[in-house]
């Protein structure tokens, strides 16, 4: 009896609640159709009449990810006290997999969000960690670093922990990830160096030292690997980018500290596109700035402030198939944009 109570309670509760939410669309009608909403204006960067090399296409957040939930779900959701799903808090790392998945590492919310970006939906993994900031993917195996516990976290795509190397591997404060064919590329920021770890958690080498000179670090936080297996780490702290071979061997270098447009103040996510231009986060300025294969300044775009194309403290960043995706930290939320090359 107390259940056909509670039961009879609901459903006129709900039927009260549709029914205002008929009147209220009836009494919202307008007497004179309005006008059709004007589409937005294209962002893109450069600003005409030069071409367009950047184009804006859209923000990625939890709440308008995948399929809206039924009035009658979100009612229940109400009366039960159960919560949505949760928002990001601060992401950070990206990566995608190779079925247009993207994985955004939450460095305080303690997941993982997962868009499938192929099939419009949503979900999360759970990951527990004090700051999760680096992500990839490396076959069928999905890696999280937790900076703050010092260790390199291997799960499934479905988030079961297959295992995890700590401080005991040599481990201070690791963060930037990037995976290649059967290994991970792993920054360890504090230890001033990059970890080479195989697939099934064994440690294959490691390069780099504390200093200025090339080859060596000072706080690096990010890294990614170029179409060529080239390895591009921002070497946050020397305000620079240096270029590795796939074994760790020195290549190059660009970048110095500044606040004029190819300078350097708080470089952090960095990725490269399919013509080999190389695109760093400057966290400080809230922009994306770009160069060509060897160091030259060619374009920045974003700028501070909550808006489509606008950055409040970016941090990762990521580029398949020519959409980068930048983890728009404090705006809690990944934006993406798209490369317009001439052969487009």
């Keep these: 009896m107390k259940w056909l109570r509670v039961r009879n309670i609901f459903v006129a509760a709900l039927c009260a609640a549709t029914a205002c939410a008929a009147a209220m669309r009836e009494s919202a009608t ?10 937005a204006v294209t962002l893109v960067w450069p600003e ?3 071409p367009a090399r950047i184009r804006y296409l859209k923000a990625l957040i939890p709440t308008t990810a995948g399929r809206k939930r039924s009035l009658l779900a979100r009612f229940w959701n109400v009366v039960t006290g159960g919560r949505e799903e949760a928002a990001m808090t601060q992401p950070y790392g990206l990566a995608m997999d190779t079925l247009d998945r993207l994985y955004v590492a939450d460095t305080f919310g303690q997941a993982v969000h997962v868009f499938d970006l192929r099939n419009g939906r949503y979900s999360s993994i759970r990951v527990e960690g004090e700051s999760l900031i680096g992500v990839a993917v490396l076959g069928d195996r999905l890696l999280v670093t937790d900076s ?11 988030g079961k922990r297959l295992w995890t190397l700590g401080r005991e591997a040599g481990f201070d404060r690791p963060t930037g990830l990037a995976a290649t064919g059967d290994r991970v590329y792993v920054v360890d920021t504090l230890a001033h160096r990059v970890v080479v770890v195989s697939a ?12 200025g000179e090339p080859g060596q670090f000072n706080f690096p936080t990010n890294i990614a690997v170029g179409p060529d297996g080239r390895l591009y780490v921002t070497d946050s702290m020397n305000f620079r980018v240096q270029i590795f071979d796939p074994s760790g061997k020195f290549l190059s270098l660009f970048g110095h500290l500044g606040d004029g447009s190819g300078d350097f103040s708080r470089p952090k996510g960095i990725g490269i596109d399919s013509d080999g231009n190389i695109y760093v986060v400057e966290g400080l300025h809230d922009v994306v700035q770009i160069f060509d294969e060897k160091g030259q300044f060619l374009l920045a775009f974003g700028g501070s402030g909550t808006g489509d194309g606008e950055f409040w403290l970016p941090a990762g960043l990521a580029i398949h198939d020519d959409r980068i995706y930048v ?3 404090s705006n809690r939320r990944v934006q993406v944009f798209d490369y317009r090359t001439e052969r487009r």
């Design 200 to 211: 099934t958690g064994a440690v294959l080498g490691r390069f780099g030292s504390h200093g």
């Design 30 to 39: 307008p007497a004179i159709q309005q006008p059709a909403r004007q589409p």
């Design 48 to 50: 005409p009449p030069a």
């Design 327 to 329: 983890s728009d930290s």
């Design 148 to 158: 703050t516990g010092g260790r390199l976290i291997c799960l499934t795509l479905e």
